[in-house]
């Protein structure tokens, strides 16, 4: 949440966005458990997580082609793949941090979801094979 808001307040002027941060979580009865999660984002904190917030778009939108017929075969799992491979190299010398522990969560994830999609490419073009007489 917070991410969001400085997403949306870093292209303002600058100001004192913390305090209008702690009234919107302050004043909205459903956000106040969030006061307690309030935390500094700097500059380098904000880019990985807008990083990783474009790398899971990527990956919806490959999900959502990978079962819409006519769509591009892997056009978003190849941005994916490239987007991963580019921030992956930050992590060779040093993984042990949240955002490289996050990459690692995400491969796992990107994998795991290519087997089962490819799975069932395979078993649906067996299916639609017809028997050689």
């Avoid at 303002?12 to 969030?34: A, D, G, P, V």
């Avoid at 807008?50 to 799992?77: M, Q």
């Amino acid at each position: 949440m917070n991410y969001l808001f400085y997403d949306t307040l870093k292209s303002m002027e600058s100001f004192q966005y913390y305090r209008l941060l702690l009234q919107f979580y302050t004043e909205i009865e459903n956000f106040k458990f969030c006061r307690e999660h309030i935390e500094y984002i700097d500059i380098h904190k904000y880019k990985e997580l807008k990083i990783l917030s474009e790398l899971y778009d990527d990956f919806i939108a490959f999900k959502k082609e990978s079962y819409t017929e006519n769509a591009k075969p892997c056009r978003y799992g190849t941005i994916c793949v490239e987007h991963y491979t580019t921030h992956a190299q930050k992590c060779k010398n040093n993984y042990n941090n949240n955002f490289c522990k996050i990459l690692i969560d995400f491969r796992e994830e990107y994998e795991d979801y290519k087997t089962i999609v490819h799975g069932y490419v395979l078993d649906y073009q067996v299916a639609k094979r017809k028997p050689i007489y």
